[in-house]
């Protein structure tokens, strides 16, 4: 995207024109986005795609007497903008009025900003991108011979910018980057096959993992789920890897999340300032946090991010909440139109976890969602590995992992270091006592 700096001072300068000629009787939003980018996938040495994309997206929120209306575009001519703001308004008059509606104070919205390290354009050729995927894909081949096929490797690149403003003077905007390599493999044995993938993604190019350890990675993880048993129903402690923590814990989040408080479809209504974790357990938000895939300045409303503890001490300390979740509960709001980076940490942090389970479950795969937010009651299909004495016995296939949230968090016996910290939510391996696992 050439000449980005004049290309957002013309967008604010055409959209502060606009504002000043609209109907002083109603409050405006404009949240535009723009990325352009492309996709290569490579598949058995050859090239399966190769796609650019240049998106831009305009949303128009409108506000009068607590009635709202929205409408997007695509078309970001002066023409399209005015028929997404008539459409919006048109909307706004003809809905329920709603005393929690409205633009956010301008004392909580963003005038100003830090740099936030996460922009980092790289001028990138395509044949050396493709050699890139092909790479990646024959590493993983190369790796073990029972590695049969694959469902190829893949490049994404984007180059975005964000930027707000509304009636009440928010302004903001940002730029990012994001680039990710993956590899999906698939292993056979005994007329029997699995799948299983790895990938990196960060803000900088440069700092991606190397396409030969990740198509190693591929192959690995997909071996190691060759000869898959069933076992017996039974209650024993789990070890989650990082990435099903990861899923644990954003059931947690949407737990917290300012709309199922205030509509009460959650298990942590009145739960502030109550333990939900064991002591050692710390959750933070952090939406400046260098290179984070979440980091960003504001939230979707244009309202400051800001760094928070969720949990301290395994005491929840605050909900996470929208302009309009605050004024539905009576409280402050968060900065959390959306959600940045979490940070999951223990004052205890522990290597090699799996070495000191004498006994249990290792689990690296979850399907379904599987989490009932009003109850906290869980159920999921999992893959995983059977461990005695701190050693891998087989991996097991055909189990649920089934529990209650609370209990499952009450019941955490230690974090591990292993962070992964390709995600917006980063967290190491998990140990959970007492928990049931469905099998045959």
């Given at each position: 995207m050439k000449n980005k700096d004049n290309s957002i001072s013309d967008y604010k300068n055409k959209l502060q024109k606009i504002i000043n000629k609209l109907d002083s009787k109603f409050d405006y939003e404009f949240?535009?986005?723009?990325?352009?980018?492309?996709?290569?996938?490579?598949?058995?040495s050859e090239v399966e795609n190769i796609e650019?994309?240049?998106?831009?997206?305009?949303?128009v929120s409108v506000y009068k007497d607590y009635q709202k209306g929205s409408a997007s575009?695509?078309?970001?001519?002066?023409?399209s903008i005015q028929q997404a703001i008539d459409k919006a308004q048109n909307i706004s008059i003809n809905t329920q009025a709603d005393d929690c509606q409205g633009l956010p104070e301008s004392q909580y919205t963003t005038q100003k900003w830090e740099d936030m390290d996460i922009y980092?354009?790289?001028?990138?050729?395509?044949?050396?991108?493709?050699?890139?995927?092909?790479?990646?894909?024959?590493?993983?081949?190369?790796?073990?011979?029972?590695?049969?096929?694959?469902e190829g490797s893949s490049f994404t690149f984007s180059d975005n910018t964000h930027m707000i403003l509304n009636s009440n003077g928010a302004y903001g905007t940002f730029d990012s980057t994001d680039y990710s390599l993956s590899c999906i493999a698939l292993a056979?044995?005994?007329?029997?096959?699995?799948?299983?993938?790895?990938?990196?993604?960060?803000?900088?190019?440069?700092?991606?993992?190397?396409?030969?350890?990740?198509?190693?990675?591929?192959?690995?993880?997909?071996?190691?789920?060759?000869?898959a048993k069933t076992i017996k129903t039974r209650v024993c402690p789990v070890l989650f890897s990082p990435e099903m923590t990861s899923s644990l814990i954003s059931s947690f989040l949407s737990a917290i999340n300012g709309s199922s408080i205030y509509k009460k479809s959650s298990f942590l209504i009145d739960k502030i300032d109550k333990?939900?974790?064991?002591?050692?357990?710390?959750?933070?938000?952090?939406?400046?946090?260098?290179?984070?895939?979440?980091?960003?300045?504001?939230?979707?409303?244009?309202?400051?991010?800001?760094?928070?503890?969720?949990?301290?001490?395994?005491?929840?300390k605050t909900y996470l909440l929208d302009t309009y979740a605050a004024r539905k509960l009576k409280s402050k709001c968060t900065g959390n139109g959306v959600l940045t980076n979490i940070l999951v940490s223990s004052k205890k942090p522990e290597a090699n976890l799996l070495k000191n389970m004498t006994d249990g479950l290792y689990i690296t795969d979850m399907m379904g969602s599987g989490a009932n937010?009003?109850?906290?009651?869980?159920?999921?299909g999992a893959f995983g590995y059977l461990i005695k004495n701190g050693e891998i016995q087989y991996p097991v296939t055909e189990i649920t992992v089934a529990s209650n949230l609370l209990q499952m968090f009450e019941n955490i016996v230690s974090l591990g270091d292993d962070v992964d910290n390709r995600n917006r939510i980063r967290t190491g391996s998990m140990l959970i006592d007492n928990i049931t696992i469905g099998g045959t």
């Open positions: 949240n535009m986005s723009l990325s352009d980018g492309y996709s290569v996938t490579s598949r058995s650019y994309h240049q998106d831009m997206a305009l949303n575009t695509n078309d970001l001519s002066e023409k980092y354009p790289k001028s990138l050729d395509i044949k050396n991108i493709i050699d890139l995927t092909k790479d990646c894909e024959s590493s993983a081949f190369q790796k073990d011979k029972r590695v049969t096929n694959s056979e044995q005994n007329k029997l096959m699995e799948r299983d993938y790895w990938y990196s993604s960060t803000r900088d190019f440069d700092a991606l993992e190397s396409s030969k350890h990740i198509g190693e990675k591929a192959a690995k993880r997909v071996i190691a789920r060759l000869g333990k939900i974790f064991p002591d050692f357990v710390n959750i933070q938000e952090d939406p400046g946090l260098s290179n984070g895939s979440a980091t960003r300045p504001y939230d979707s409303e244009g309202v400051l991010t800001q760094k928070k503890d969720i949990i301290k001490d395994g005491i929840l937010s009003l109850t906290g009651d869980y159920s999921r």
